[in-house]
């Protein structure tokens, strides 16, 4: 930054300025053109805002339910009373955990008595 004794220093901006000359047909024009692109930028500015507020309010309510209900489901799931209920094995699964426990014993007792006939047979 340059010495206070070098800054430049500008003149005061009026509150309002007056032109008391008639535009030309190219500067209305011109203004007409930065007219109508302020506005078409207001426009998608507040179509962009109108878009944004359901949004923003859909967000906070939707976090503030999900982090509301996994509170809840979290407390609910470790009660201590509950965890010997939630762990215990279905009836169904504990009926076809026997039946495959029973089957797998049949089918070793079953390769015992073929690698005994087999083996029978390659004695003789």
């Given at each position: 930054?340059?010495s206070?004794?070098?800054?430049?220093?500008?003149?005061?901006?009026?509150?309002?300025?007056?032109?008391?000359?008639?535009?030309?047909?190219?500067?209305?024009?011109?203004?007409?053109?930065?007219?109508?692109?302020?506005?078409?930028?207001?426009?998608?500015?507040?179509?962009?805002?109108?878009?944004?507020?359901?949004?923003?309010?859909?967000?906070?309510?939707?976090?503030?339910?999900?982090?509301?209900?996994?509170?809840?489901?979290?407390?609910?799931?470790?009660?201590?009373?509950?965890?010997?209920?939630?762990?215990?094995?279905?009836?169904?699964?504990?009926?076809?955990?026997?039946?495959?426990?029973?089957?797998?014993?049949l089918?070793?007792?079953?390769?015992?008595?073929?690698?005994?006939?087999?083996?029978?047979?390659?004695?003789?």
């Open positions: 930054m340059g206070p004794s070098n800054m430049v220093k500008l003149p005061q901006v009026p509150d309002t300025m007056r032109n008391n000359e008639m535009p030309t047909d190219r500067e209305r024009i011109e203004t007409e053109i930065i007219k109508s692109l302020i506005e078409s930028y207001f426009n998608i500015v507040r179509k962009n805002f109108l878009d944004m507020v359901p949004k923003t309010i859909m967000y906070f309510l939707v976090n503030h339910s999900k982090d509301s209900i996994q509170n809840e489901l979290v407390s609910e799931l470790y009660k201590e009373n509950e965890i010997a209920d939630l762990l215990r094995e279905t009836d169904d699964v504990a009926q076809r955990r026997r039946t495959c426990a029973e089957m797998r014993g089918l070793g007792r079953a390769l015992e008595i073929v690698n005994e006939v087999r083996d029978f047979n390659t004695f003789k």
